[in-house]
């Protein structure tokens, strides 16, 4: 009996501290990094050499593998910055990071600063508006989220919220005139001095309106970007040329990862001030791509008994690549052109 004892005592002391082992935590050891961006927005890496007079406003979320599972799903921290000297981090080591950034160009400017839609502060709201629906404030640092679970929750996807530089009013926007650029940087292992460098796309498309030859009358032209109107304009006698309109996506991270384009229509009606058997109406299906101009003309025949709408697609910075001219047929003709246009 004695001897059983002396067992079940020793097995009882191993597993005590086997459970001891088992459930202690290594939060590992604090390592300072700072963050670089590249890609089609480039700034450099360099601490010592960052430019700090860019224009716009960067939304960061940084994420961890809490459970070392392989999963970079727990948020970590958070931040809204304007200077990119200050974007440094504070990170544990043994775990792994993902970085999801946004960047508003100009977003200063353009995006609405102050107490919105019942925040119970000032700040910018969406797309910087985090998950407590609370604006953010411009604080050029992280805020570390520990149990709270707080983060920039419309940097991925989202309207914005945008303001009138006339009234100083705020309204939302689902493809606002926002220059924005995202991009992420996954499974990053801290190291002392190193750099978490986030290539960022350009997650924007551009809408360009023309209507010309009006011979009588006025021709209306409506421009649609999945249901939401981006431009709705008549001309009569003069033709109307907008300018190079520049949208953001909603879902930047969609556009970020996977190259989507976004559906559009293009709705026109030409109304004769001769003779009602002239006037003509119809609708056509277009494609919004990332970072492509897409210019769409809109005629009318002289004789009033046709119309048509052409589109031409540019890459921007690139040639132009394709024209495409919706006939009133229904046919469409796809012309390459080896040489930029005029």
């Known amino acids: ?35 670089g961006i590249s890609g089609d927005f480039s700034v450099s890496s360099d601490p010592a050499t960052r ?35 200050d974007m440094t981090i504070t990170l544990l080591s043994g775990y792994k990071y993902r970085f999801a950034c946004t960047f508003a160009k100009n977003g200063e400017h353009s995006l609405y600063y102050g107490q919105y839609d019942g925040n119970t502060y000032q700040g910018y709201a969406k797309p910087f508006q985090t998950n407590k629906a609370s604006s953010t404030q411009l604080g050029n640092s992280f805020v570390y989220s520990n149990s709270t679970g707080e983060y920039l929750s419309g940097i991925g ?43 960022l796309k350009k997650t924007v498309y551009g809408m360009k309106l023309i209507i010309k030859g009006v011979p009588e009358g ?5 421009v649609k970007a999945d249901g939401t109107s981006l431009l709705d304009r008549t001309a009569t006698s003069s033709d109307y040329v907008s300018g190079n309109d520049l949208h953001s996506y909603t879902n930047v991270y969609d556009c970020w990862k996977n190259e989507s384009t976004i559906p559009g229509t293009v709705t026109w009606s030409y109304t004769s001030s001769k003779f009602d058997q002239w ?24 004789d009033s008994a046709s119309a048509s709408v052409s589109l031409t697609e540019e890459e921007w910075n690139d040639d132009n690549i394709i024209n ?19």
């Open 51 to 85: 430019a700090s007079t860019d224009e716009g406003i960067y939304g960061i979320n940084v994420y961890f593998d809490k459970e070392k599972d392989g999963n970079t799903n727990d948020i970590y921290a958070y931040g809204l910055f304007d200077n990119v000297e």
């Open 279 to 302: 006037n003509l109406s119809g609708s056509s299906n277009i494609t919004f791509k990332r970072n492509v101009l897409t210019t769409i003309t809109v005629s009318v025949t002289p």
């Open 157 to 199: 996807n989202g309207d914005a919220v945008v303001c009138n530089l006339t009234t100083g009013a705020a309204y939302t926007q689902t493809y606002p005139r926002i220059h924005r650029y995202y991009g992420e940087l996954d499974s990053y292992t801290p190291v002392a001095g190193g750099v978490a460098t986030i290539l």
């Open 324 to 342: 495409m001219g919706i006939n009133t047929d229904g046919l469409i003709d796809i012309i390459v052109n080896p040489e930029p246009e005029d």
């Open 1 to 35: 009996m004695k001897k059983v004892t002396i067992v079940l005592f020793a097995v009882t002391v191993l597993w005590s501290c086997d459970k001891a082992v088992t459930n202690k935590v290594d939060y590992g050891t604090p390592i300072t990094i700072s963050l």
């Open 218 to 222: 006025s021709l209306n032209a409506v």
